[in-house]
Nanobody
Framework: QVQLVESGGGLVQAGGSLRLSCAAS????????MGWFRQPPGKQREVVAC???????NYADSVKGRFTISRDNVKNTVYLQMNSLKAEDTANYYC??????????WGKGTLVTVSS
């Protein structure tokens, strides 16, 4: 079993910033890729950003240049710095220990609401 706990979401005005955190615990031996996904209201879940154990990153086109993913391999934690937020970034954000192909382990997510 893997437990994922996301935090850092909230209400922010357009143009603002938030930093999300996700701590992974449980049956973790050597996590390779970690990532962030999001599910906007009424839409399907989508990949936001992935990071390999060595630090190679990939981003969805919609967030390139605005979001930065990072990780702490000792703490099994992944972060998402979100700048220049837009209304269309409003979603429930989830992390996963598989990216871009997610595992079946999901946390409760953290809600990000961007007001325009």
């Amino acid at each position: 079993q893997v437990q994922l706990v996301e935090s850092g979401g909230g209400l922010v005005q357009a143009g603002g910033s938030l930093r999300l955190s996700c701590a992974a615990s449980g049956s973790i031996f050597s996590i390779n890729s970690m990532g962030w996904f999001r599910q906007p209201p009424g839409k399907q879940r989508e990949v936001v950003a992935c990071i390999s154990r060595r630090g190679t990153t990939n981003y969805a086109d919609s967030v390139k240049g605005r979001f930065t993913i990072s990780r702490d391999n000792v703490k099994n934690t992944v972060y998402l710095q979100m700048n220049s937020l837009k209304a269309e970034d409003t979603a429930n954000y989830y992390c996963n220990v598989g990216c871009p192909v997610a595992t079946n382990y999901w946390g409760k997510g953290t809600l990000v609401t961007v007001s325009s």
